[in-house]
């Protein structure tokens, strides 16, 4: 069995010692005056919904104040890091959202920095990942897929929004060794998040897309795609007719996190701050609203916690990584 969970947790951040600028937390009104949110990756992708997700609930709950949002592709998510960490002294004010990447490419070097090279701020969500296909697909399920790639392994494309080696990818290689084929034969196309690798989707230059199960919920609710298969061990509220990976006879379930960091440097109180707006979100009905219309599962975790768990999640993407050699 291939299972790759990270587990959920929900730690709330101890701030009441530091003094914060903003209004106490006890009168539930705003914690944080703005927040401007850094995306590593093109509009359309799990980066972009979850930071405006975030900054909706946020601004909405009236934690935050105002919350602009600025999309910055490249490098695999490396330019909006390098960034960050080059411009530290002005982007105290900036929080950049990323995930289970980020220790991919650290691991495949594909940029140079680290999560040790920022300030954690709080992991906040998870999502499970799905096989989708479009809607006038002759594939209607996990069993035609593999049909489909035993048939003719070079011609089933799969894609995804993210680089080769990278988080779909990986999830694609997982999914396809658990049904007992090739992981390494799977054709992968990548596409500069998954906005536009849902575009080649639709256009029928891949047969199939590997992405965050949050991305696929809309269009498959508008009849635009169909989910043959999620990672979850079970179906998921959002999309009740998709199938798990696991009912249909391959025993993988994965799923990933999403999360806040900030510039190296950031000074204590601002990061209490940040954390408290955040840790008081998840009790808002605002964030209730944005979380259930995305299928995301809570996931919480602030300063060393963030630190210890990612750590983990470095040592289990590395060993399994070397398995399926990409490594």
């Given at each position: ?43 359309g992708g799990g980066w ?178 169909k989910i043959i298969g ?98």
């Amino acid at each position: 069995m291939t299972t790759f969970t990270l587990g959920r947790r929900a730690l709330i951040a101890a701030v009441a010692a530091i003094g914060l600028t903003g209004p106490a937390l006890a009168d539930g009104h705003q914690v944080v005056d703005s927040i401007h949110f850094l995306i590593p990756g093109g509009a359309g992708g799990g980066w972009d919904g979850t930071a405006r997700g975030t900054g909706e609930a946020l601004t909405n709950a009236g934690l935050v104040g105002t919350a602009s949002y600025e999309n910055m592709s490249g490098g695999g998510g490396g330019k909006a890091i390098g960034y960050l960490i080059e411009n530290a002294d002005s982007n105290h004010g900036t929080l950049m959202v990323n995930s289970t990447p980020i220790v991919i490419r650290s691991l495949t070097g594909v940029f140079p920095h680290n999560f040790r090279d920022l300030t954690l701020v709080s992991g906040t969500i998870g999502d499970y990942a799905a096989i989708v296909v479009g809607k006038d697909s002759p594939i209607n399920s996990m069993d035609d897929l593999l049909a489909a790639f035993d048939a003719d392994p070079g011609g089933t494309a799969i894609g995804g929004g993210s680089v080769p080696g990278g988080m779909d990818h990986l999830v694609a290689a997982m999914v396809m060794e658990a049904a007992g084929k090739d992981a390494l034969g799977v054709k992968y196309i990548p596409y500069d998040a998954g906005g536009k690798a849902m575009a080649a989707l639709l256009s029928g230059e891949i047969a199939a897309l590997s992405t965050g199960f949050s991305e696929a919920v809309d269009l498959a609710n508008a009849g635009e795609v169909k989910i043959i298969g999620v990672t979850s061990e079970e179906r998921v509220d959002a999309a009740p007719d998709a199938m798990t990976m696991k009912e249909q006879g391959i025993d993988t379930t994965f799923v990933n996190w999403r999360g806040f960091f900030a510039a190296p440097g950031l000074p204590e109180d601002k990061l209490a701050a940040y954390q408290a707006a955040i840790a008081k979100m998840y009790d808002t009905p605002e964030w209730e609203e944005v979380r259930a219309r995305n299928g995301w599962v809570n996931i919480h975790n602030s300063g060393d916690d963030f630190q210890s768990f990612l750590e983990q999640q470095e040592q289990q993407i590395g060993d399994l990584m070397k398995k399926l050699g990409f490594l």
